[in-house]
């Protein structure tokens, strides 16, 4: 199993860019899908963007499409999570997870989660 730690979390306006990374350990991290999930106050988590292994192929969800980027670096067993033109909607706990597959079920293996909030 992965262990997983996000960062750069924070507050900051709308509009505003933020980038979140997240720190894998093991040797097994290019094995895995890559994604980041997102859970706001009062409502469920959600998922937000997906990458394969080798960085080839990216999954958004509608919400953040053209808004934000997921990228990796397997030498540095580090995904990230661009954010672009946030919106206050955009505020919630990120969470990254590493998973065998495409669907949400195929994550087993969770971050504590970073706060992202976003102020008018």
């Known amino acids: 199993q992965v262990q997983l730690v996000e960062s750069g979390g924070g507050l900051v306006q709308a509009g505003g860019s933020l980038r979140l990374s997240c720190a894998a350990s093991?040797?097994?991290?290019?094995?895995?899908?890559m994604g980041w999930f997102r859970q706001a106050p009062g409502k469920e988590r959600e998922f937000v963007a997906v990458i394969s292994p080798s960085g080839g192929n990216t999954y958004y969800a509608d919400s953040v499409k053209g808004q934000f980027t997921i990228s990796r670096d397997n030498a540095k067993n580090t995904v990230y999570l661009q954010m672009n033109s946030l919106k206050l909607e955009d505020t919630a706990v990120y969470y990254c997870a590493a998973g065998t597959g495409w669907t949400r079920t195929d994550f087993r293996s969770w971050g504590q989660g970073t706060q992202v909030t976003i102020s008018s």
């Open positions: 093991g040797r097994t991290f290019r094995l895995y899908y």
